[in-house]
């Protein structure tokens, strides 16, 4: 029988499934069960399970979560041979979450505890599929990575066309029609800004300021913050493939450009000008050529992604 009617058949109540990434989370994780545990027992008609999942750590983060599944029947775990990335760890969560509602959370109590409650009666009583939080600022946070994240997601909103701003993380409450059709996503390169963008669902945005980590340290550098962003344009866009051709086609403009002016002001077009013209107009032929391949081998990438090419929110009549 379905995981979610079995739970339903005993209790009346909704369950919420708490998805939590840990990677080397020691410091951090007794303070999260603690606050997270604190704000569930304030939200009434539901109750919840955590699904911790250890993505490789090296420190005491097993053991921790071991001792909270011993304790309490609404922690489980999983615990990864190595060190997967975040995006497999929320895959891995929710792929064994049986809850009503979803909601992932960094166990760093970065995603305030409290927002729960309001996610909750959002997904609840309103027209909405789910409730996000929306990080309205960044403080305490260090300068240059801020910079360098929000230049990202100006970059990647003008590509992508779709609505990844910058602040719209994955702290979310989302159905159970919007969990299961993430999980129809199977890729392997996932960035799941882009896939909750593209699943689509009614999102209801509710603000929150940013707070520090509650302890440890922040797992990203900025060599693996520069490879994610890589990943998160080339999952969802072949803009820079189309880039290349506009650059080609700058160039053939340049060549013919610079022909001319050869002609009309020089003594014609023979020497260094006739040089400079073939370097431009080739190397602008080579551009437009490689885009194109470019534009077919993203084609077949974003085919062997074998997403749906649909997603159904709600039936009637059938
Ligand atoms: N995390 C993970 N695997 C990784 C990196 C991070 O599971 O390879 C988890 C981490 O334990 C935390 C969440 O993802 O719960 C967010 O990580 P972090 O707080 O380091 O990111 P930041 O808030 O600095 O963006
Ligand atoms: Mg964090």
Known sequence: M????????HTQQDKISIIVPCFNEEKALPKFYRAVSEAVAQIDGAECEFIFV???SSDRTPEILQEFSSADSRCRYL??????????????????????FCVFMDADLQHPPALLKEMYR???????????????????????????SHTFYKIIGKLCRLDMG???GDFRMMSRAMADSILELKEYNRYMKGIF??????????PFHNVERAAGETKWSFRSLFRYAVDGILSFSSAPATMAGSAGIL???????????????????????????????????????I????????KDYMESKRRPIYIVKKKGGF
């Open 122 to 148: 959002v997904v609840k009583t309103q027209k909405y599929d789910c409730c996000a939080g929306l990080r309205i600022d960044r403080s305490g946070e260090n300068h240059l990575r801020n910079a360098l």
């Open 54 to 56: 250890d993505d490789g």
């Open 2 to 9: 379905d995981k979610t009617l079995e739970f339903k058949k």
């Open 251 to 289: 160039l053939i403009i340049a060549a013919v450009l610079a022909g001319i002016c050869a002609v009309l002001f020089c003594d014609g077009l023979t020497g260094i000008p006739l040089l400079v013209c073939l370097i431009l107009l080739l190397n602008g032929i080579q551009m437009v050529f």
């Open 291 to 298: 885009s194109i391949i470019g534009q077919y081998v993203s």
């Open 166 to 168: 910058d602040g719209k």
């Open 79 to 100: 615990s990864f041979s190595r060190n997967f990335g975040k995006e497999a760890a929320m895959y891995a969560g929710l792929e064994n979450a049986s809850g009503d």
């Open 197 to 206: 963008s593209f699943v689509g669902f009614d999102t209801k945005w509710i």
